[in-house]
């Protein structure tokens, strides 16, 4: 399993950036798979924002991004996206792209996205 984020950057705050995460090695036709995005701000821990799974499209979001991030995929390019909106300077992290179905479990390299006041 391979995952590579892209689409990190700079914004200003209240701006919007879209992560993409081209995964490899599996497919997401396959049911069971959880499909993440973590971030990891400097001096802190790395902390969930999304999950969507192959199964039933559910969601979840970490509260501080309910109703600014939105987690989608395509599965016809078995690409997985984050949209975010409403960004603020708090946002600033490394946002890491995870995959994980019973024994697999596996990260991308990690993308930056810096928000500014």
């Known amino acids: 399993v391979q995952l590579i984020e892209s689409g990190g950057g700079l914004v200003q705050a209240g701006g919007s950036l879209r992560l993409s995460c081209a995964a490899s090695g599996f497919s997401f036709y396959t049911l069971g798979w959880s499909l993440g995005w973590y971030r990891q701000a400097p001096g802190k821990e790395r902390e969930f924002v999304a999950v969507?799974?192959?199964?039933?499209?559910?969601?979840s979001y970490e509260d501080s991004v309910k109703d600014r991030f939105i987690i989608t995929k395509d599965i016809t390019k078995n690409t997985l996206y984050l949209q975010m909106n409403k960004l603020k300077p708090e946002d600033t992290a490394v946002y890491f792209c995870n995959a994980r179905r019973f024994a697999d479990n596996a990260w991308g390299q990690g993308t930056q996205v810096t928000v500014s006041s």
């Open positions: 969507i799974t192959t199964t039933d499209e559910s969601t």
